[in-house]
């Protein structure tokens, strides 16, 4: 069964300090890993993807497969990154996406 | 561009309704899939469409129904509604060619049934 997990419900870090959201997943096959995001009133969307093992606003993440874990990680948390995460998992078969059940990110100045 | 727009942005039905919510999907994009994202939880895969026809669908009883039209637009039908039914509900558009840049999403079309 594929499922994604996020352990913690919400994270509290202050500006400047680092922060690492935690995702483990669960699926057979190889996986294909996402991170979203949704601020404040906003729609949720995509912050980045495991394929093309970038950087965006300073969020990393590395897919270990050993782990089966994809944490989102970032040296030097601001205000600006406070919102709700989502780690999602997107099989090889089909086009739909299975979601953890995201964490609040509260960056405290 | 709007991306992805979704209507009405609140409904609120009384339970053994039926509702019908509908999305136009971002322009350039040919594939339209259905998300229902209850309080405090992360998005669940209803169905998706692609060429007018249910391509996938997820764990979600025949009372949930779509249909996608030649513009690619799309409708997300439930009928006989039930209290465990209100929820956000989440149009997210994509190209068929690209899903694996991930999808558009809409705003959503929150859902209350009383």
């Known amino acids: 069964a594929q499922r994604v997990t996020q352990p913690e419900k919400l994270l509290s870090v202050f500006k400047g300090a680092p922060v690492e959201l935690k995702c483990n997943y669960s699926?057979?096959?190889?996986?294909?890993l996402f991170w979203y995001v949704q601020y404040s009133r906003q729609r949720l969307q995509l912050l980045l993807r495991?394929?093309s093992r970038e950087s965006i606003k300073g969020f990393t993440a590395d897919l270990n497969k050993g782990e089966t874990s994809f944490h989102l990680k970032k040296p030097f948390a601001q205000e600006e990154d406070s919102a709700m995460y989502y780690c999602?998992?997107?099989?090889?078969?089909?086009?739909?996406?299975?979601f953890g059940p995201g964490t609040r990110l509260s960056v405290l100045p | 561009d709007a991306g992805v727009t979704q209507s009405p942005t609140h409904l609120i039905k009384t339970r053994g309704q039926q509702v019908t919510l509908r999305c136009s999907p971002k322009?350039?994009?040919?594939?339209v899939s259905w998300y229902q994202q209850a309080l405090g939880q992360g998005p669940q895969f209803i169905f998706q469409?692609?060429?007018?026809?249910?391509?996938q669908r997820g764990n979600f009883p025949d009372r949930f129904s779509g249909h996608q039209f030649p513009n690619y637009s799309s409708e997300l039908n439930v009928n006989a509604l039930l209290l465990g039914d209100s929820a956000l509900y989440l149009c997210?558009?994509?190209?068929?060619?690209?899903?694996?840049?991930?999808?558009?999403f809409g705003s959503g079309t929150r859902l209350t049934v009383v």
């Open positions: 997210a558009s994509s190209f068929i060619g690209t899903a694996n840049y991930g999808y558009t």
């Open positions: 699926y057979s096959g190889s996986p294909e």
């Open positions: 495991h394929i």
């Open positions: 999602a998992l997107k099989n090889n078969y089909g086009q739909n996406f299975v």
């Open positions: 322009s350039g994009h040919d594939t």
């Open positions: 469409y692609y060429e007018e026809e249910e391509r």
